[in-house]
């Protein structure tokens, strides 16, 4: 009769850890989480002037779902949506100054 495999030796130690990126001064660039050092689950980043520039979710660094995209005035500009995780995802658009910062693009990682 096989051996069944044995359980880990500790519990896993992976845990969302909040994540807030910040302009130079001080003003919130980015806020989502991390899970093992990777962007996971609802992120959003602002703009200098504290408007909401783009959403979305990430799946362990990929980004998923559906993606928003507002301008200056709050108004949607844009939805993109994404595949399932497992596979290779292109960037956001990253023509104007109104794209995420590098952390959105896991491709460019």
């Not at 069944?4 to 896993?12: F, I, R, V, Y």
């Not at 003003?27 to 992120?43: C, Y």
């Not at 559906?66 to 994404?82: I, P």
């Amino acid at each position: 009769m096989p051996t069944p495999p044995s359980a880990p030796s500790s519990p896993s130690t992976s845990r969302l850890v909040p994540r807030h990126d910040r302009f130079a001064d001080g003003s919130v660039r980015a806020s989502g989480f991390e899970l093992d050092g990777e962007l996971h689950g609802h992120w959003e980043w602002f703009r200098v002037d504290g408007s909401l520039m783009r959403s979305g979710e990430f799946d362990l660094g990929n980004q998923v779902g559906l993606w928003r995209t507002w301008d200056r005035a709050g108004r949607l500009v844009k939805e993109t949506s994404f595949g399932p995780a497992s596979s290779p995802l292109e960037p956001l658009d990253s023509a104007t100054e109104d794209t995420a910062p590098d952390q959105a693009e896991p491709a460019a990682q």
